[in-house]
């Protein structure tokens, strides 16, 4: 993949006991869950079968994620992995076949932490530097935090995942820039939180939609960065959500940061039905760079914005919609979304 640079200063059949929210994580700004949520009851123990990843493993356990990801049979099958709370150091990469569940329970007190520190110029591509690289269909993520912790100056994946039917959910995701990558297939994220400071949910082919997000600026810059190759090659909604400031910033960032800018000109970006705090920028969105701002054909929308950064006179290459005709979560994904998609997330 093309490097970028800043211009601006397996799904399971899923029991409704497994997918609490992180709530209280000690590594996580929480997402606050839907009342349906907060009524489920979660499991603390494995069910029959899941392999387990723990800090201070059992016999027939595992010390890493990538250790059980390893002893996973290659024969295509439906596959659980059951994380314990705690830190686990190390890149994680999956390309195996098959449906894959990944997840933690939530407890007030814990949480599961994967973290890596890798930038882009040090692996030779985004992707590479991701912490979890997703590189197969049907997969799930619950209750996880995941993090790069690079920092400035670089590029640098907390997530980057490519593939379709890929859901997560109740996790978070922090880095500076390029956070979160979509990359291709069709995706959807429930209930994440997702932190960083540039271009950080950023893709080229993806279908993704992000439902009752919490978004965090870490620092200056544009939220998004999407990159198709024509205007049916990929489109990022983002519904239902939050958009303010990390509690990770070191400065304020009142009217320095836009919901995205275009990597080409067929950026296609939808905000429905979003609170944004104050430091959203009033013109909205930003060019790619002076040089080659990639505005000619985008499509930058927003339907129903609530909150102080919603005020202001947008930029000219966005419009207002007066509905959310064409991006539902059925425009997105498809109507087959309800096969693969935890529906208590939507």
């Not at 979160?180 to 939609?209: N, W």
């Not at 620092?219 to 205007?231: C, E, N, R, V």
């Not at 239902?240 to 940061?257: K, M, N, P, W």
């Not at 990597?263 to 609170?275: D, I, L």
Request: hydrophobic share 40%; charged share 15%; with cysteine.
């Amino acid at each position: 993949m093309v490097f970028r640079s800043f211009s601006f200063v397996a799904l399971l059949a899923f029991c409704v006991a497994y997918g609490l929210l992180l709530t209280n994580s000690v590594y996580a700004n929480p997402v606050a869950p839907r009342a349906s949520l907060r009524k489920r009851t979660a499991r603390a123990t494995p069910p029959a079968g899941a392999l387990v990843v723990s800090t201070n493993p059992a016999s027939g356990q595992f010390s890493s994620v990538t250790a059980a990801i390893n002893a996973l049979p290659n024969d295509g099958s439906a596959q659980t992995i059951f994380i314990e709370a705690g830190t686990y150091e190390g890149q994680i990469d999956i390309t195996r076949v098959g449906k894959l569940t990944t997840y933690h329970t939530v407890a007030k007190s814990s949480s599961v932490l994967i973290t890596n520190s890798l930038s882009a110029t040090e692996a030779g591509s985004d992707d590479a530097s991701g912490t979890l690289r997703i590189h197969t269909d049907d997969f799930s993520l619950y209750n996880v935090n995941v993090k790069n912790t690079f920092g400035e100056g670089s590029q640098a994946l907390a997530l980057s995942a490519y593939g379709t039917n890929a859901g997560f959910y109740g996790s978070g995701f922090y880095s500076y820039q390029d956070t979160v990558l979509a990359e291709s297939g069709v995706q959807f994220y429930g209930f994440c939180y997702i932190e960083g400071a540039v271009d950080f949910i950023f893709g080229q082919h993806a279908f993704a939609f992000f439902s009752g997000a919490t978004i965090a600026s870490v620092g200056p810059g544009s939220i998004t960065a999407d990159g198709p190759a024509s205007k049916t090659d990929g489109l990022f909604v983002i519904d239902a959500s939050v958009i303010r400031q990390s509690t990770a910033a070191t400065e304020d960032l009142t009217g320095q940061v836009f919901l995205g800018r275009p990597w080409t000109e067929f950026a296609t970006v939808v905000y429905t039905s979003v609170t944004m705090s104050d430091i959203i920028n009033s013109a909205g969105w930003s060019v790619w760079s002076s040089t080659e701002p990639n505005t000619e054909d985008v499509t930058f929308v927003e339907f129903d914005s609530t909150g102080a950064g919603a005020a202001g006179t947008r930029a000219s290459f966005s419009t207002k919609a007066t509905s959310t005709a064409g991006y539902t979560i059925a425009d997105v994904l498809g109507s087959d979304y309800t096969n693969w998609v935890d529906l208590s997330y939507v």
